[in-house]
């Protein structure tokens, strides 16, 4: 890596009609080489490790399987930089999917989202706040492991998602 800083040091110096200390220096009088060179590799440039396994697809929803039916209620969810007691709410989600759900106060007024995804196994569910809380960097989330077996009679779990709901009831249970 030293090397090849060097040679476009000194490039960039040979470069110049003549070398001038720094202070007299112009970003107009620099004429930068062409140093693609550098990094290519026979004829085409090199491509960055795994670079395609890093893209953000959207995952193949398993319309095949049917969908996990679930209702959350009891508890207590922020909304609006409070907590409050909230309507039960209930949401139809498919393996391999994410989606919303949102939780209204008791008085219908206001809600939060909160954002679930069902893994292409259908072993887990994770709960999500769908907004940052606080200007927190950290979205903190909550999962629930069942067997898919569990899921075809029906489930019932405490629920709590870190800054989005605290002690609430989760039941899901898969459509037939």
Request: with cysteine; glycine share 6%.
């Amino acid at each position: 890596m030293k090397l090849k800083l060097s040679i476009v040091v000194v490039l960039t110096c040979l470069s110049v009609s003549s070398c001038k200390t720094v202070q007299d220096m112009k970003m107009s009088d620099i004429q930068m080489p062409d140093i693609t060179h550098l990094f290519q590799f026979g004829n085409t440039a090199k491509k960055a490790p795994d670079q395609d396994k890093n893209l953000i697809t959207e995952p193949t929803v398993d319309i095949s399987s049917p969908p996990l039916k679930c209702k959350v209620y009891d508890g207590t969810a922020y909304i609006q930089k409070d907590w409050y007691r909230y309507q039960k709410a209930s949401f139809n989600i498919r393996k391999n999917q994410t989606g919303l759900f949102s939780v209204y106060n008791k008085s219908g007024e206001s809600h939060s989202k909160i954002q679930v995804r069902f893994d292409q196994d259908g072993q887990k569910l994770v709960f999500c706040p769908a907004a940052l809380i606080n200007g927190d960097n950290k979205i903190l989330c909550t999962s629930i492991y069942a067997l898919e077996d569990d899921f075809i009679t029906g489930i019932k779990r405490t629920l709590d998602i870190s800054n989005a709901l605290r002690g609430g009831t989760m039941e899901c249970k898969m459509l037939q």
